[in-house]
């Protein structure tokens, strides 16, 4: 059962007008809710009428207690808004073909590239993210392979000038008949 207290707060609200305008059927959801807790009702009978648990009934109340009838909108969600700024894109994209540059075989993986945001740019991402942020830059990151530090150029150079001009005695070899 809700204090008194909570009871005397609600009362000065229509929910049930508010809810009628409104058009967002979550906060919509919300504003019955009140107005049934206005009436009287315990927050589980509520939770069970609207079919939602009564924690999210109490959480509802908390927001409305917090931030009157604007707060029933919910949290803002900040997971979806991008992290890096936009003038720190051009500095992100450079610092990560630095660091392939720097890294002496193999390829940078993604949690190097998580890292690298965190510790240069002091923003944090999960995995996906930082896929999400190299394609936005119009990065394909399994593409940026180093060269083995194995590998001779010559060498390499040598065998495409074989396959790319195989002898004339050869030369049957490579078309299919």
């Given at each position: 059962?809700?204090?008194?207290?909570?009871?005397?707060?609600?009362?000065?609200?229509?929910?049930?007008?508010?809810?009628?305008?409104?058009?967002?059927?979550?906060?919509?959801?919300?504003?019955i809710a009140l107005a049934h807790?206005?009436?009287?009702?315990?927050?589980?009978?509520?939770?069970?009428?609207?079919?939602?648990?009564?924690?999210?009934?109490?959480?509802?109340?908390?927001?409305?207690?917090?931030?009157?009838?604007?707060?029933?909108?919910?949290?803002?969600?900040?997971?979806?808004?991008?992290?890096?700024?936009?003038?720190?894109e051009e500095a992100c994209r450079?610092?990560?073909?630095?660091?392939?540059?720097?890294?002496?075989?193999?390829?940078?993986?993604?949690?190097?590239?998580?890292?690298?945001?965190?510790?240069?740019?002091?923003?944090?991402?999960?995995?996906?993210?930082?896929?999400?942020?190299?394609?936005?830059?119009?990065?394909?990151?399994?593409?940026?392979?180093?060269?083995?530090?194995?590998?001779?150029?010559?060498?390499?150079?040598?065998?495409?000038?074989?396959?790319?001009?195989?002898?004339?005695?050869?030369?049957?070899?490579?078309?299919?008949?």
């Amino acid at each position: 059962m809700l204090s008194q207290q909570i009871i005397d707060q609600l009362q000065p609200y229509d929910f049930d007008r508010l809810a009628r305008k409104e058009s967002d059927g979550r906060r919509r959801l919300r504003l019955i809710a009140l107005a049934h807790l206005k009436e009287g009702k315990s927050c589980s009978e509520v939770g069970a009428a609207l079919r939602v648990s009564r924690h999210a009934v109490m959480r509802w109340v908390q927001w409305f207690i917090a931030g009157g009838v604007a707060r029933l909108a919910g949290m803002p969600h900040d997971w979806s808004t991008q992290r890096l700024a936009k003038g720190q894109e051009e500095a992100c994209r450079q610092a990560v073909e630095q660091l392939q540059r720097e890294r002496g075989g193999g390829r940078v993986r993604g949690e190097d590239i998580r890292q690298l945001l965190a510790r240069q740019f002091g923003v944090a991402y999960s995995l996906n993210g930082v896929y999400d942020l190299l394609k936005r830059l119009g990065m394909v990151w399994i593409s940026a392979r180093a060269v083995s530090p194995c590998a001779d150029p010559a060498a390499q150079a040598e065998f495409k000038k074989k396959l790319l001009h195989p002898s004339a005695g050869h030369a049957a070899s490579w078309h299919c008949a």
